[in-house]
């Protein structure tokens, strides 16, 4: 199909899927998968991604990052404290384990094992906010200990997904090279954030001397993707890079606006061809094929984050049933989740088949919180 006719193709069925999605009370963002699978070789295989749809996809991705670190509270991420951190480390570190121990179990590779781990690892809260919010428990206790542990969350899966991308690159996985990856990536961040933070200002507060339209919107897509590129030159993954530039811009005085301009540019073209993408490449009959283990798989990914986060809770003090409701809030996968298995498949670590038992584990995530939520805060 012509690239053009084929963008055409996937924003529509984008917008459709992701609006039927929102009205069954899911995320548009599953809708738009759902879509992908149906555009894709499971079904009417009307879809290539070529190179041209591909880079485009590639920089929805990377938007999507950029957007992430735009919406950071810095200051709220000094102020939460330990509860959040030891939510979201163990939120983080169980369905690790759990999924790289049945990927090694199920014989897969070492390294894709480790990324079938690393995909398991990242909560999406959007899901949990909007449900808690039709509740009337999101300024809780519990509803403002799952919002900030999802912070800690993002970031601590972010680095996971920049140390399994430099593992990839350096060949190996032994301990010492996992200390230097780290020392690489604290480094990477305390550099750009403190020399960064005071030149990005100035270089917005610059950009109102063009006048031209919307020239301070195009400097910051600049920042982003000049950090995209210095991320990968050090080894560590692009979108830690636009994740950073996103942290550095929300420091401006131009955060606000900025904001606005990029969730405008990127959910009306980059960022619908990037998760129609992710499933327009899963292959339906490979979950099917997989059976045991994708079921195995997603039920791991479920109590991994259940007890994890609810273990965490505990230790926080909160008490049995609110670290249950934390659990349970902090299940769903979606964004950062699905760009580190779009990732691992474009670095030839993960196969379609783990691919797409990643996207399966993802989407039967989402698809479980809204009732188990509304389960668990019963009687309330």
């Known amino acids: ?133 039709e509740m009337k428990k999101l300024r809780t206790r519990v509803g403002a200990a799952i919002l900030a542990a999802a912070v800690v969350d993002d970031v601590l899966g972010i680095i996971i997904l920049t140390i399994l991308v430099a593992v990839n690159t350096k060949g190996t996985v032994y301990a010492q090279d996992i200390a230097i990856i780290l020392i690489e990536i604290t480094a990477f961040f305390l550099l ?28 910051s897509l600049v920042v982003m993707l000049i950090f995209a590129y210095l991320a990968e030159y050090f080894q560590i993954a692009a979108i830690t890079g636009a994740y950073l530039a996103g942290i550095l811009v929300a420091g401006s005085e131009d955060a606000k606006k900025i904001t606005d301009k990029i969730v405008t540019i990127g959910y009306a073209f980059f960022i619908p061809v990037f998760l129609v993408g992710v499933g327009a490449e899963t292959d339906a009959h490979v979950i099917f094929a997989a059976g045991t283990f994708a079921l195995i798989y997603s039920l ?56 797409s038992i990643s996207i399966a584990m993802v989407m039967v995530t989402t698809l479980v919180t809204p009732p188990l939520l509304r389960l668990v805060f019963a009687r309330e």
Not at 196 to 201: I, M, S
Not at 310 to 317: D, E, F, H, K, V
């Open 192 to 219: 750009s954030y403190l020399i960064g933070r005071g030149a990005v200002k100035r270089l917005l507060r610059s950009s109102h001397r063009i006048n031209l339209p919307e020239t301070v919107t195009t400097v």
């Open 300 to 355: 791991l990914g479920i109590i991994g984050k259940v007890a994890g986060c609810g273990i965490g809770g505990l230790l926080s003090r909160f008490k049995p049933k609110e670290a249950l409701q934390i659990g349970v809030g902090m299940i769903p996968r979606m964004e950062v989740g699905l760009i580190m298995a779009n990732i691992g498949l474009a670095e030839g670590i993960l196969t379609n088949e783990s691919f």
């Open 1 to 133: 199909m012509d690239p053009f006719l084929e963008l055409a193709v996937i924003l529509v069925t984008a917008k459709l899927s992701g609006y039927v999605s929102s009205r069954l009370g899911f995320p548009a963002a599953l809708g738009q998968i759902i879509g992908g699978i149906i555009l894709g070789s499971s079904l009417l295989d009307v879809v290539t991604y070529g190179e041209g749809v591909r880079l485009i996809s590639d920089l929805g991705v990377v938007m999507l990052l950029f957007l992430a670190g735009l919406e950071t509270d810095m200051e709220e991420f000094k102020r939460v404290g330990l509860p959040a951190f030891l939510i979201a480390s163990l939120g983080v570190a169980l369905p690790f384990i759990f999924g790289y121990l049945i990927a090694l179990k199920w014989g897969y590779p070492n390294m894709e094992a480790l990324f079938l781990g690393g995909v398991m690892t990242a909560t999406s809260v959007s899901l949990t906010a909007s449900v808690l919010m």
